[in-house]
C-alpha cells in the first residue's frame, strides 16, 4: 500500500498549503474553508473521500516512485531545458529587469502582467487562471479580457485556492494558463501526471517565487496597523515608493466608509524573516525558485537594484515558449531586461535558501523525533546546521505558532505586539549571534 496518509491527516498534521487541487478528486467530500487560523484548507463534507484525493498533495509523505520529489517532476515536465543547476532547477536562461508598461502598476518589474498578456494576444492560451480581485477580496479566477490585463497585476499575501481550477475547467472553451507559488505549481504537475490530457489544455505555468505563504491574520494584523479597525477592503500589499528603495513599500486598504489607510512596511518590522504568520507546510517545502513552471518570478532583491523603488523582476525561464516570449519583448523594447548570472538569481533569493534548504534536515529530524509525518523530500537537500542556527530555526518555529495562536486569542494589533515582544526579541538576538558566527566561519 502506497499511500497511509489520508488528506485529513495532512490538515491535521498542518502540512496543507491550501492548494485545494485534492478537492477536484473528491469534490462530493471535500471543499475549502477557512480554519481557526485563517489558513484556506479542504474539509470534509461528505463520507468517503477518493483515495486519489491524497496522490495530488504536494506534501504527500509517500508519493509514487517517479513523482516522488520536484527533480522526479521536472524530469517529465522540463526534460527539455538546456541548463541545470541544484538551485535554480532545470532552466533555460535568468534575466532580470521591467516591463516599460507594466512596472508601475505591478508588485516588482511587471513581468507576470507581461508574459500574461502576450500568453493571451498571441493565442497561445484563452484564458488565465489568475488571483484577481472580486467583491473586495481576491480569489483566482479565470480571465480573458486582455485590454483589462491590469486588473491581474499585483501579488496577494492572501490565502487563495485553485480549488475551482479543475472543477470548472471542462465548462472553459480553449487552453489555460495559471500563476502560482511553487507548491501550487507542484500540484497542478501532480494533476497533470495522473491526467496527461491537462497538460494540453494547460499549457503554461507562471510560477510566483515564494517565501512562505501567510495566513489571513496577517492582513488583518497589517490592516489594523494601517488604522483600520473594522472590516477592510481591496487591500493591496505592495504600494511603491518610486522615490525610495524598493524594499521600502507600503500596505494599504480601504475601510468601511471608504477611506484609504496606508503604512510603510517597515514600520511593523520584519514581517517575512521572523516567519510571523507563516504556513508551517513552507517549512517543508524546498522548492525556493518555482522550479516546476515554465517561468519562475521573483523580485531582484540584489544590491545593484535596491535604489529602484519601482522594482525589477528575476526571472528563470524553463521552457523555450516562455524564453522565445523574453527575448521577443526585449527585441521589439517592450522589456527593459538583460541577462544575469544565475549566481545572481539565487543571490536575490538567498535568506529564502538558508532557511528552506540549508535548515530542512534539522527540521525534518525535529519533526521525527515528535513522531509526525515528514512530506518527501529531496535528499540532496539534506545538510547538517551548526548549534546557533539550530537554535533560531527551533525559535523561528515557536514564534511562527504563537503568532497564529496570539492573534487567534487576541486579535488586536497592541496586544499582540506586547504578547510576542519577548519571542521576537530573542529571535532578533539569536540571528545576529547566528551571522556573526557564520561570517567568523566562512
Ligand atoms: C505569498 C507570496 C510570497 C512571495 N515571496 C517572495 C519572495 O520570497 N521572494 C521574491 O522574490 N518574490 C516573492 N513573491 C513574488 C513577488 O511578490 C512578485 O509577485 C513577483 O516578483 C511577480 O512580480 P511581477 O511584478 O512580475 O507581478 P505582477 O505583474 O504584479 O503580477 C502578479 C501576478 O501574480 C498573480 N498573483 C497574485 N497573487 C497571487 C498569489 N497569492 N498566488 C499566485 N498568483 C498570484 C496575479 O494574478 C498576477 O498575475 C511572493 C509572492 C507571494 C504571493
Known sequence: MKNPTSIQEIVKQELCTGCGICV???PSSLKMQWNEYGFLTPHQIGDNIND?????????????????????????????????????GR??????????????????????TYIFKKLLEDRIVDYLFIVKEV??????????????????????????????????????????????????????????YYNPELKLKIPFLVGIICGGLKSKFFTDYLAQNSGINEAYSKQEYRIKDKKS???????????????????????VGDMWGTGL??????????????????????????????NEGLGNSVVVTRSKLADQIVRKGIRNGS????????????????????????AIDFRIKTRKFKNKLVPSIRRRNLKSISLPFKLVQLQRQRTRKMSLTTWRQL????????????????????????????????
Not at 490565502?159 to 472553459?172: A, D, G, W, Y
Open 245 to 267: 528603495l524598493s524594499s521600502d513599500y507600503s500596505f494599504g486598504a480601504y475601510d468601511e466608509k471608504n477611506n484609504f489607510h496606508q503604512m510603510k512596511m517597515n514600520t
Open 135 to 192: 467583491e473586495g477580496t481576491y480569489k483566482y479566477q479565470f480571465f480573458n479580457q486582455v485590454n483589462d490585463i491590469i486588473k491581474i497585476s499585483k501579488t496577494r499575501y492572501i490565502p487563495v485556492s485553485l480549488e475551482e481550477l479543475f472543477l470548472k475547467i471542462n465548462e472553459v472553451d480553449g487552453k489555460v494558463a495559471v500563476s502560482g507559488v511553487a507548491c501550487f505549481i507542484k500540484a497542478i504537475r501532480l494533476k497533470q
Open 91 to 112: 532552466f533555460e536562461n535568468t534575466y532580470v529587469g521591467y516591463s516599460n508598461e507594466y512596472r508601475e502598476v505591478a508588485s516588482s518589474g511587471g513581468l507576470a
Open 24 to 26: 477536484s478528486e473528491s
Open 277 to 306: 504568520f507563516k504556513s508551517n507546510a513552507c517549512d517543508f517545502c524546498t522548492d525556493v525558485l518555482t522550479e516546476l513552471a515554465d517561468v519562475s518570478l521573483g523580485d531582484a532583491w540584489l544590491e545593484e537594484y535596491r
Open 411 to 442: 486579535k488586536d494589533h497592541k496586544k499582540f505586539k506586547i504578547s510576542m515582544k519577548y519571542d521576537l526579541k530573542l529571535l532578533i538576538l539569536l540571528t545576529k549571534i547566528n551571522h556573526k558566527l557564520r561570517k567568523r566561519i566562512i
Open 335 to 358: 522589456l527593459c531586461v538583460t541577462e544575469i548570472s544565475k549566481e545572481k538569481i539565487i543571490a536575490s533569493q538567498a535568506s529564502s535558501f538558508i532557511h528552506r534548504q540549508d
Open 52 to 88: 486519489n484525493a491524497i496522490r495530488v498533495c504536494p506534501f504527500n509523505p509517500s508519493p509514487d516512485d517517479e513523482v516522488k520529489d520536484e527533480d522526479k517532476l521536472a524530469d517529465i515536465y522540463l526534460k527539455g531545458a538546456t541548463n541545470y543547476d541544484p538551485k535554480v
